[in-house]
């Protein structure tokens, strides 16, 4: 059908808008991030290293998977949730292991540009966010961005304070051990192996 002036059919605008997919986007999934670690400087809770900012980061954005009891704090914290917006039947539920692999492969590439733009710093405790870093987040609002931080602390206070090897055998019930192996098998793939001896050797007899 032939269009004013080439214009595009509000079907095709329409269609645009709603494909957009924000894990797509950069810009949105390092803003959450900066959420994220304000929240956690905000609560004195520490991201000592990549992979805790990856589980904090995901079940953030996830957070019923977390909270598995119906103790009084698991009650509240799940009211807290639904009041700010989240909801308990989600569909990404059912794929949580395949998104959370997504957002791990994202992981790294998003933190360097954090710290590249000096919003995001390593410290001798972990990663923390910088002052310019705390303005921007501050100036985040909005309804999700108000629902993320309620999930955050919620998240945050559940998980922070475990062990490593408790927070991991954590992960692995609630994701599942195959998904876990893959993100290994990831970092082996991605690790660069160092030449042997040998190969050093006759390298260095070649020059």
């Not at 589980?55 to 996830?62: K, P, Q, S, T, W």
């Not at 539920?93 to 360097?112: C, K, T, V, W």
């Not at 310019?132 to 304070?161: F, H, K, M, Q, W």
Request: charged share 25%; glycine share 8%; no cysteine.
């Amino acid at each position: 059908m032939t269009t004013v002036n080439d214009a595009p059919e509000p079907s095709e605008i329409w269609t645009e808008v709603t494909s957009f997919s924000p894990e797509e986007s950069t810009t949105f999934r390092i803003a959450r991030m900066l959420l994220l670690l304000s929240v956690a400087r905000n609560g004195g809770r520490k991201v000592p290293s990549v992979d805790r900012l990856g589980y904090y980061e995901f079940f953030a954005d996830n957070p019923f998977i977390v909270i598995e009891g119906d103790m009084a704090r698991d009650v509240a914290d799940r009211a807290s949730l639904e009041v700010a917006g989240f909801s308990r039947v989600q569909l990404a539920y059912a794929s949580s292991g395949p998104r959370f692999m997504s957002r791990r492969r994202r992981l790294q590439h998003d933190l360097a540009q954090l710290i590249a733009f000096g919003l995001v710093e390593l410290t001798g405790g972990g990663y923390d966010i910088t002052e310019s870093g705390t303005v921007v987040a501050d100036n985040l609002n909005s309804v999700y961005a108000d629902a993320y931080r309620t999930s955050a602390e919620i998240v945050l206070r559940r998980l922070a304070s475990r062990s490593n090897v408790g927070l991991e055998r954590s992960v692995e019930r609630w994701l599942g051990h195959s998904w876990l192996f893959v993100d290994l098998l990831d970092d082996v793939n991605d690790a660069e192996i160092p030449p042997s001896e040998g190969a050093k050797h006759a390298e260095g007899e070649e020059q």
